[in-house]
């Protein structure tokens, strides 16, 4: 990308694409395009088809997407599915179709199978079943992959896709109930420790393993991967660490200040029991992560004291 290439972050307000908006700025990239959901609905082709060939932009990040923990996922099954399908198969078909350059389309680790080899390489895609709790979204999410990759293959497209770790930092939903497990136990230890509650209760055992990006660390290797990177497979990120979710749930509480007891209902889901991905390629292209989850989850923590409650 040259610095005043034209440049659409799809999902500008989302965590991903915000922090990939903010690295942009960083680098010195300023002719950015970006729309909101009221100024643009992805999942609308008439409205997408419409807006690539009047503004044409020469590179896309595709960070647009339905998100949620367990319990969106596991509630809301058809809307994640349908939703994710519909705006990424739009803006990577309509981008294609106007001449775009290249286009970065943003994935999940759900992708992988459930009971996939630790780490999990980029070839482990589609060699079993995924997890129940997270495959409609997951599924989703492969489509676009495939698609990128079939219009690379068919057309000579020069489209690549990146597969996050978990991710967490500034700018995330802090929703109680539809967040994901880092928002979700910071919201919920900072409200009892302003309420003085004696215990908070957590699902599951606490056992699963667990790998965290800081979300400014992965805007930083997709613009590492768009002016560094070509190829058909997708590139996995991450830190290629990984702890239990007792101990992140810890380290969660003591970075909020959070001084009574952690419960475990066991009656509630634990989702994939491993999940760490194997990063080697991503340090072959020449990339590594450079937030440590300390200083991360006080990052967060700042971020939702400033905005999240």
Same mark, same amino acid.
């Given at each position: 990308?040259?610095?005043?290439?034209?440049?659409?972050?799809?999902?500008?307000?989302?965590?991903?694409?915000?922090?990939?908006?903010?690295?942009?700025?960083?680098?010195?990239?300023?002719?950015?395009?970006?729309?909101?959901?009221?100024?643009?609905?992805?999942?609308?082709?008439?409205?997408?088809?419409?807006?690539?060939?009047?503004?044409?932009?020469?590179?896309?990040?595709?960070?647009?997407?339905?998100?949620?923990?367990?319990?969106?996922?596991?509630?809301? =099954?058809?809307? &994640?599915?349908?939703? #994710?399908?519909?705006? @990424?198969?739009? !803006?990577?078909?309509?981008?294609? /179709?106007?001449?775009?350059?290249?286009?970065?389309?943003?994935?999940?680790?759900?992708?992988?199978?459930?009971?996939?080899?630790?780490?999990?390489?980029?070839?482990?895609?589609?060699?079993?079943?995924?997890?129940?709790?997270?495959?409609?979204?997951?599924?989703?999410?492969?489509?676009?992959?495939?698609?990128?990759?079939?219009?690379?293959?068919?057309?000579?497209?020069?489209?690549?896709?990146?597969?996050?770790?978990?991710?967490?930092?500034?700018?995330?939903?802090?929703?109680?109930?539809?967040?994901?497990?880092?928002?979700?136990?910071?919201?919920?230890?900072?409200?009892?420790?302003?309420?003085?509650?004696?215990?908070?209760?957590?699902?599951?055992?606490?056992?699963?393993?667990?790998?965290?990006?800081?979300?400014?660390?992965?805007?930083? =290797?997709?613009? &590492?991967?768009?002016? #560094?990177?070509?190829? @058909?497979?997708? !590139?996995?990120?991450?830190?290629? /660490?990984?702890?239990?979710?007792?101990?992140?749930?810890?380290?969660?509480?003591?970075?909020?200040?959070?001084?009574?007891?952690?419960?475990?209902?066991?009656?509630?889901?634990?989702?994939?029991?491993?999940?760490?991905?194997?990063?080697?390629?991503?340090?072959?292209?020449?990339?590594?992560?450079?937030?440590?989850?300390?200083?991360?989850?006080?990052?967060?923590?700042?971020?939702?004291?400033?905005?999240?409650?």
């Amino acid at each position: 990308m040259e610095k005043e290439s034209k440049i659409y972050v799809a999902g500008h307000r989302g965590m991903v694409g915000s922090a990939i908006v903010r690295e942009l700025h960083r680098q010195g990239y300023g002719n950015i395009i970006t729309r909101t959901h009221a100024e643009l609905d992805l999942t609308r082709q008439a409205e997408v088809e419409a807006f690539f060939e009047k503004e044409r932009p020469e590179y896309v990040f595709l960070a647009a997407a339905k998100v949620g923990g367990i319990e969106a996922n596991r509630s809301a =099954l058809a809307d &994640f599915m349908y939703m #994710n399908m519909m705006l @990424e198969m739009n !803006v990577i078909h309509a981008a294609w /179709k106007n001449g775009c350059k290249k286009l970065e389309f943003l994935g999940s680790s759900c992708i992988y199978p459930r009971m996939a080899p630790q780490p999990m390489r980029e070839d482990c895609l589609l060699t079993s079943s995924l997890e129940k709790t997270n495959e409609a979204y997951a599924l989703a999410k492969i489509s676009g992959l495939k698609y990128c990759e079939y219009l690379r293959r068919q057309y000579g497209a020069d489209f690549i896709s990146v597969m996050p770790t978990n991710l967490y930092g500034p700018n995330d939903n802090y929703h109680p109930r539809n967040s994901h497990v880092v928002p979700a136990l910071i919201r919920r230890f900072h409200e009892a420790k302003v309420q003085g509650l004696p215990e908070v209760t957590c699902w599951g055992d606490g056992s699963p393993l667990r790998e965290f990006l800081y979300v400014d660390d992965l805007a930083n =290797l997709c613009v &590492f991967l768009m002016n #560094n990177y070509s190829g @058909e497979e997708t !590139v996995n990120a991450g830190t290629g /660490k990984e702890l239990t979710i007792k101990e992140l749930t810890r380290m969660v509480a003591d970075t909020v200040g959070y001084e009574g007891s952690i419960l475990w209902d066991t009656s509630m889901p634990n989702g994939t029991p491993r999940k760490l991905l194997d990063v080697s390629k991503a340090r072959r292209l020449g990339w590594t992560y450079k937030t440590e989850l300390a200083d991360g989850l006080r990052l967060a923590y700042e971020d939702f004291l400033t905005k999240g409650e």
